[in-house]
């Protein structure tokens, strides 16, 4: 363990609470250990630990047959220890009390009030430690009529608004493949909670934070939500078209299908001249932007045409050369076997001494800093891993 003082991550030192299970909270988590936050991740004892834990199959083999280390799990808790405690029992509650006594921030996602009977709630422990910064994730938020609700994901999708846009024209609602309300929910607590630490080092003063799954994702409706704000017309599910640009859009090739975003007047001139199609910009109807929306139907239909008689390969050579922005549509295999993720460390592999290769592959974190690298320092833990080494984790932190 690192001495607290000693800048190797750019959160070296920060000793992180996590209370939170599933996916929102631990995506946050993981995020600050990345960044080089000693990060102790609570698990209940009675439940096996966090329910991802079993949300499997795939999992990574172990040695002992058992493995707690689903694919699921894995995503969302690296650079993090694993403590058992049984949040129910004095025994437990005192221990992360003591844990609480030491860290920097918090996070928690239980039902609002859940952590009181406990005497582990924001009020309890933040009067005990002014200088806590306490996040609570739910899935409605600390107030309002729906606060008692639970909250995965899909509901928040749903509650949300996307799944309304997402899908067909004439199909049902869709939610995103990935659970994006949740880890967008992630990113907003780790955005929260870097803020409040600046406040604190400034002031000395914690703060509770209070983030609800259907909070954030309405707040990611970006133009669609404003959309509906400036004209008062309920958005509409356009497949994977566009609703403010034209043509911005899937077509489909001879052999395949590609990706067309044009997005400007001078990137539409150009892209007709390289499908042979000018008269298509020389065409009132599609001179501007306003006009291609206008004229939707037409002009994809005049598209669709055209592109369906050549080959995938060809067709995005040629709309490269002309600066036109278009590209393929990769499977995920092919996205992360692909060179540019390579190159760009999308995929890392970690060594793991608990599963039968030795190693597990993860996903790799974006961020590229010039003077506080990320750095994976742990693997996800098999459950309960460092409750005995506790007492020897938070003495690294001391030093």
């Not at 549509?329 to 995929?347: E, F, K, M, W, Y």
Request: charged share 20%.
């Amino acid at each position: 363990m690192m001495g607290r003082f000693r800048m190797a991550g750019a959160l070296d030192g920060l000793l992180v609470l996590d209370l939170s299970r599933i996916l929102a909270g631990p995506t946050a988590t993981q995020l600050l250990g990345d960044l080089g936050a000693t990060v102790i991740k609570i698990e209940n004892p009675k439940t096996g630990g966090d329910d991802t834990r079993s949300w499997g199959p795939p999992y990574a083999p172990t040695p002992d047959g058992n493995s707690d280390l689903s694919a699921y799990f894995m995503a969302a808790n690296r650079n993090k220890y694993s403590v058992a405690a049984d949040l129910s029992t004095q025994a437990g509650q005192a221990l992360v009390r003591s844990i609480a006594a030491e860290a920097d921030v918090v996070i928690e996602n239980y039902k609002p009030d859940g952590l009181v009977k406990y005497g582990l709630d924001h009020a309890t422990i933040c009067a005990q430690r002014p200088e806590l910064v306490y996040c609570s994730i739910s899935g409605f938020g600390q107030t309002g009529p729906e606060r008692n609700r639970a909250g995965y994901d899909l509901m928040a999708q749903g509650f949300g608004g996307i799944m309304s846009l997402t899908g067909d024209p004439d199909g049902p609602p869709m939610k995103v493949g990935v659970g994006v309300a949740d880890v967008m929910c992630g990113m907003y607590a780790t955005i929260g909670i870097l803020a409040a630490l600046r406040h604190r080092d400034a002031t000395g003063e914690g703060q509770h934070i209070d983030l609800a799954l259907v909070d954030s994702q309405m707040a990611w409706l970006i133009n669609e939500g404003t959309n509906y704000l400036a004209s008062g017309q309920e958005p509409v599910r356009r497949g994977n078209a566009h609703p403010n640009i034209v043509p911005y859009d899937v077509f489909a090739t001879q052999d395949g299908h590609i990706i067309l975003a044009v997005g400007n007047d001078t990137q539409f001139r150009a892209f007709c001249q390289a499908i042979g199609r000018s008269d298509l910009a020389e065409s009132p109807d599609f001179a501007t932007n306003p006009d291609r929306i206008a004229n939707r139907a037409a002009l994809t239909a005049a598209i669709t045409e055209t592109l369906a008689m050549r080959d995938t390969a060809e067709i995005l050579e040629l709309l490269q050369n002309a600066g036109v922005p278009a590209g393929p549509i990769h499977t995920v295999g092919q996205a992360l076997g692909s060179a540019q993720a390579q190159t760009r460390g999308a995929v890392v592999q970690v060594p793991h001494p608990q599963t039968d290769s030795g190693s597990v592959q993860l996903l790799g974190n974006p961020l590229k800093f010039s003077k506080t690298p990320v750095e994976i320092r742990r693997p996800p833990p098999r459950f309960g891993a460092d409750t005995e080494s506790l007492a020897q984790v938070l003495a690294g932190l001391r030093r």
